[in-house]
C-alpha cells in the first residue's frame, strides 16, 4: 500500500489563510477521491471535505479541497482563520487495488 | 437523523477478546452504505480496522485481519467488531461509522460516533 504525509503540525494567525497538504507515496492521487476530517477533543470526527472538493451540507465556504496531479498531492485551505478551526486535521482516501482504507498521519492546527 | 453509538467493555486483559458493538438509530443499516470501525491510539493517528458492505462483504486493515472479524445484526441494527488476543498497543478510543462506497470501495467516512475507549492491561 501507499502512504498519505501530512505536515505534522502548523500554525497561522485569525482571520489568515491556511493549507494543509496530504501526499500520495505512490500510485496517481486521482484514482480515489480523497476526504479531509476535523478531529476536536471531546467531539466526534467530523467531514470537512469529501470526494476531493465537495463540502457536506453545514461546512462552511472557508473550507476547500483540491488536487494537484503534478505534486500528487490533495490540499485542504481553510480561509478566514477562526479560533474554533484548531483542531486536527487528517487526509483519507482508499487502494482501489486492496479495498484498503488509508488516513493520513493528520495535521494539528493551531490558530493564535 | 442517523446516530451511532459504540458500546464496549472499557477493560480488558491481554490476551483477550474485545467484543464491540455499534447500535444504529435514525437509519435501517440494511440499504446502500457500508459500515465500519476506525480507532485512535493515545496520542497517534486515525487507523481504520475493517469495513462491512450492505451485502455482507468485508474488507480488513492487513496488519489486522488475522484478529479482526466485523459482522451485522440486521435483526438489532447493529454493526460488531470482534478482535482477538488483545495487547497494549490495542489501546484505543474506537469509532463505529458509516461509509459511502464507491465503486465497491469503502470511500468517505460519515457520520462518525462518539467513541468507546478501551483499555488493555497487561
Known amino acids: 500500500n501507499f502512504m498519505l504525509t501530512q505536515p505534522q503540525s502548523m500554525s497561522e494567525s485569525p482571520g489568515k489563510t491556511v493549507t494543509i497538504s496530504c501526499t500520495r507515496s505512490s500510485g496517481s492521487i486521482v484514482s480515489s477521491y480523497v476526504q479531509w476530517y476535523q478531529l476536536r477533543p471531546g467531539s466526534a470526527p467530523t467531514t470537512v471535505i469529501y470526494e476531493d472538493n465537495q463540502r457536506p451540507y453545514g461546512v462552511p465556504d472557508r473550507f476547500s479541497g483540491s488536487i494537484d496531479s503534478s505534486s500528487n498531492s490533495a490540499s485542504l485551505t481553510i480561509s478566514g482563520l477562526r479560533t474554533e478551526d484548531e483542531a486536527d486535521y487528517y487526509c483519507q482516501t482508499y487502494d482501489i487495488s486492496t479495498h484498503v482504507v488509508l488516513f493520513g498521519g493528520g495535521t494539528t492546527l493551531t490558530v493564535l | 437523523q442517523l446516530q451511532l453509538q459504540e458500546s464496549g467493555p472499557g477493560l480488558l486483559k491481554a490476551s483477550e477478546t474485545l467484543s464491540l458493538t455499534c447500535t444504529v438509530s435514525?437509519?435501517?443499516?440494511?440499504?446502500?452504505?457500508?459500515w465500519g470501525w476506525i480507532r485512535q491510539s493515545p496520542g497517534k493517528g486515525l487507523e481504520w480496522i475493517a469495513t462491512i458492505s450492505h451485502s455482507g462483504k468485508t474488507y480488513y486493515n492487513p496488519s489486522l485481519k488475522s484478529r479482526v472479524a466485523i459482522s451485522v445484526d440486521t435483526s438489532k441494527n447493529q454493526v460488531s467488531l470482534n478482535l482477538g488476543s488483545v495487547t497494549a498497543a490495542d489501546t484505543a478510543l474506537y469509532y463505529c461509522?458509516?461509509?459511502?462506497?464507491?465503486?465497491?470501495?469503502?470511500?468517505?467516512?460519515?457520520?462518525w460516533g462518539q467513541g468507546a475507549l478501551v483499555t488493555v492491561s497487561s
Open positions: 435514525g437509519d435501517s443499516i440494511i440499504g446502500r452504505y457500508f
Open positions: 461509522a458509516r461509509q459511502y462506497p464507491y465503486n465497491w470501495n469503502p470511500n468517505w467516512v460519515d457520520p
